[in-house]
């Protein structure tokens, strides 16, 4: 639904919530789409001033999924091939990289998604994916998750702190139809 008023708004509007980039990069990894989405994140700004530093922690981040979904279709050479060509060579986060290593060991899909704390590709994963991604992804070039949300919440709380005699204790139901007044 907030998908929906969302390309509504960018519609009425005329003012694009994210580059043509940054659509094609959140596809690409709700896809798993994972050579073409390392391309486009080429191409994306970082929120840090040294995104040198942060492209290969999403690349880990992304590998990792890659690998993880092929451990998953049971493509246990292919994991393996990318576990020692893609993931190693960036040299992020040791702790985790043994972690991984060791799920080729797995007996069962069950044991990988268990071990690796990871719900599979019909779960949840590429949104969470994308999720982690984005922390590292400058806000005006990628509109952030649940950002309308984010602002709702904001615009309710901005009603109650103008409220001169807003009780905090009392749970009421704020609405964005309508300013809030409590009485005297």
């Known amino acids: 639904m907030l998908h929906e008023a969302a390309e509504t708004l960018q519609l009425e509007s005329g003012i694009p919530l994210e ?6 990069f959140r ?14 994140l080429q191409k994306i700004p970082f929120i840090s001033s040294n995104p040198e530093s942060d492209l290969p922690k999403v690349q880990f981040l992304i590998r990792q999924q890659k690998y ?20 190693t060579p960036l040299g992020q986060n040791t702790e985790r990289l043994h972690q991984l290593t060791g799920l080729v ?15 599979g590709i019909e779960g949840t ?3 969470l994916l994308l999720e982690q991604v984005q922390a590292y992804i400058d806000p005006s070039a990628m509109l952030p998750n649940q950002r309308l949300m984010i602002l709702v919440d904001q615009a309710l709380e901005w009603q109650k702190r103008a409220c001169l005699y807003h009780n905090p204790s009392q749970d009421l139901e704020l609405s964005l139809f309508s300013d809030h007044i409590c009485d005297k």
């Open 19 to 24: 580059s043509e980039i940054a659509g094609s």
């Open 27 to 40: 596809t690409c990894i709700l896809q798993g789409q994972w050579q073409t989405s390392e391309t486009l």
């Open 68 to 87: 993880l979904e092929l451990l998953e279709q049971g493509e246990t050479m292919q994991a393996l091939h990318v576990l020692r060509s893609e993931i």
């Open 105 to 119: 060991l797995c007996s069962s899909v069950e044991d990988v998604k268990k071990q690796a704390q990871w719900d």
């Open 125 to 127: 994963s590429r949104e």
